[in-house]
C-alpha cells in the first residue's frame, strides 16, 4: 500500500507542480506560499482517492486528473486557514512550518484564497463532458461550503471546551473531514462512469473512510509522537477539541474505526471494475493505528 501511494502521490505532485503558479509569477510572496503548502510531503489521500474511483469503474488517470489536483488545492486551502492563530494555532503541518509561521498571517490567509480559486480555474480544464464537469462543481462545492468543510470548522470551533454530545461529534467529523473524501470518490467516479449504482456506492465508501481516518486521526493526536504524525501532538485535548476518544475513549474509538472501514469496503462489492486497491486503502486507514 505504501508503494502504490507513493505511485499516486508522485503523478499528483507532478500535476501539481504545472498547475501551481510559477515561483516567479507575482507576487511572488503569494506564489511561493501557495506552492510551500501545496506540494509539502503528504499521501495526497483525496486527489488519490479521486483517480483510482475513475479507475474502479473503467476511466483513466487522465480522466480525472484535473478534478484530483483540484481536490487536493481545496484541501490545501483548508489546511492552511485551519493552521492560523484564530482556529487551531499550529505551528507544523506535513512536518513542515506551517504556512502562517513562514509568510506571515496576511499572506496565508490569501494564499488558502488562492488555492480555492484555482481549483476551480484548473477542475475547468478536465476534458470530462461538460454536463458532467457541471455536476462535478456542484459536488466539490457543495463538500467544502455550509454543507460541508465549512460548516465542520465552524462547529468545530464553537464546540471546544463545551461538553458535545455524539449527534454533534458526528456532525463534525462528517462534515469537517469526510465530506471532502466523499467528494473525492463520487467525483471520481464521475469522470469515469455515468452507471448511478457506482457513483453511489463510491460515494458511501468515501463517506465512511473519510469517518475512520478522522476518527484514527483523532486517536493518533493521543498517542503518536509529532515525528510520527508531522504535526503537534495532544493539541485536540489542549484545546478541548470535541474528538471520538475524547468521547469514547481509545479503545472504543478503535473498534469504530475498525466497523466503519468494513462496512465502506462492504460497499466496494457491487462495482464490477478492480478495486483491489481502494479495498486495501480502507484497511489501512486504520491500520495506521497498529
Not at 510531503?41 to 483525496?46: D, V, Y
Not at 478522522?214 to 509529532?226: A, P
Not at 469504530?256 to 460497499?267: D, G, I, K, P, T
Amino acid at each position: 500500500m505504501e508503494s502504490n501511494l507513493k505511485a499516486y502521490a508522485e503523478k499528483i505532485v507532478h500535476a501539481l507542480e504545472t498547475r501551481l503558479p510559477n515561483p516567479e509569477h507575482p507576487p511572488v510572496e503569494l506564489s511561493l506560499a501557495m506552492r510551500h503548502s501545496c506540494l509539502a510531503p503528504g499521501k495526497r489521500i483525496r486527489p488519490t482517492l479521486c483517480i483510482a474511483a475513475c479507475e474502479a469503474v473503467g476511466g483513466s488517470a487522465e480522466d480525472a486528473i484535473d478534478l484530483a489536483c483540484a481536490l487536493e488545492m481545496i484541501h490545501c486551502f483548508s489546511l492552511i486557514h485551519d493552521d492560523l492563530p484564530a482556529i487551531d494555532n499550529d505551528d507544523l503541518r506535513r512536518g513542515q512550518p506551517t504556512c502562517h509561521k513562514v509568510f506571515g498571517e496576511a499572506v496565508a490567509i490569501l494564499a488558502g484564497d488562492a488555492l480555492f480559486c484555482l481549483a476551480f480555474e484548473t477542475a475547468g480544464k478536465s476534458p470530462i463532458p461538460p454536463q458532467t464537469l457541471v455536476r462535478c462543481f456542484q459536488v466539490l462545492s457543495r463538500s467544502v461550503g455550509i454543507h460541508g468543510v465549512v460548516a465542520g470548522e465552524t462547529a468545530d470551533i464553537l464546540a471546544e471546551g463545551k461538553p458535545v454530545e455524539a449527534k454533534l461529534l458526528e456532525f463534525i467529523h462528517l462534515h469537517k473531514t469526510a465530506s471532502l473524501i466523499s467528494a473525492s470518490c463520487e467525483i471520481g467516479a464521475l469522470c469515469g462512469t455515468q452507471k448511478s449504482s457506482d457513483i453511489h456506492a463510491l460515494k458511501q465508501y468515501g463517506e465512511k473512510i473519510g469517518l475512520a481516518f478522522q476518527i484514527v486521526d483523532d486517536i493518533l493526536n493521543e498517542i503518536s509522537t509529532t515525528e510520527q504524525l508531522g504535526k503537534k501532538t495532544g493539541s485536540d485535548r489542549e484545546l478541548g477539541k470535541a474528538t471520538y476518544p475524547a468521547l469514547y475513549g481509545i479503545e472504543a474509538s478503535m473498534k469504530q474505526a475498525v466497523e466503519l472501514v468494513n462496512s465502506a469496503r462492504a460497499n466496494l462489492q457491487s462495482l464490477e471494475g478492480n478495486t483491489s486497491f481502494l479495498d486495501g486503502l480502507a484497511s489501512y486507514t486504520v491500520e495506521r493505528l497498529w
